[in-house]
């Protein structure tokens, strides 16, 4: 049977990433944070770098800021793993794999594995040469999860998140059981009651995908009220976390 080991970091050292940083060396997992505000003037830029079908995908977004986060995300995610790829943005190819999930078409390369995601302001984007999975969410104490709650926690979690800061405790264990599932390849909302969150290590159901794979999943504060969580597989540990300039 499989396990997962879950850990806060309580110190995130975010910097600058320097051109000898677009290499993934060993068990090593990159993790980006992007600023949708200060990066607005390189929505050009990032559109023109889209395939036909990404436009596509993008102009339908009825809002505004909708467009801009897809097209920051997607012109973030093309200009990054070019970096890695030795590759101009445009010609960074996806496919679709199992549960819809994205991947990289390397031509024989070795494949690097990747998993973005966003929330409010934020875009995170993990990369590795495992499998990984990615969330971040802003903590938003107005949002009524009580209704929701027994659907997707167990009893100990529940306890865990009514105590002392429950808005709080509620998104650091969402995002936690969001990046491992997105790890696993799950699917987002599938089996994510038994899908373990609380600090330590625990065993994984046979419901899970993978179930027998060792995992590591580890949050962290992003910035001003939001939390984020990066799964990887056990091992593949080296979280470096990075700011970039385009």
Known sequence: MGKVHIQFLDIVNWRSALPADFVLNGNE???YRINISNNLHL???FLATLMPAEKERGGRYFQLK???RFILSRGAQRDILGRYLNQPAAEVAFALGGNKKPFLVTDGKPAIQYNITHAGDWILLALSNEAVGADVEFVDNEF???DILEEHFSKAEIAFIGQGTPAENFYLLWTRKEALVKATGQGLGEHLKVTPS???THPLSPQLLC????WEVSSFNLQGGYT???ASV???SRLMFFDINF
């Open 43 to 45: 929505l050009d830029a």
């Open 66 to 68: 909708d467009r801009q």
């Open 144 to 146: 009524q999860f009580n």
């Open 234 to 236: 056990y091992g593949a």
């Open 198 to 200: 609380l600090n330590g």
């Open 29 to 31: 997992v990159h993790v």
């Open 211 to 214: 179930p027998d794979k060792a």
């Open 228 to 230: 984020g969580s990066i």
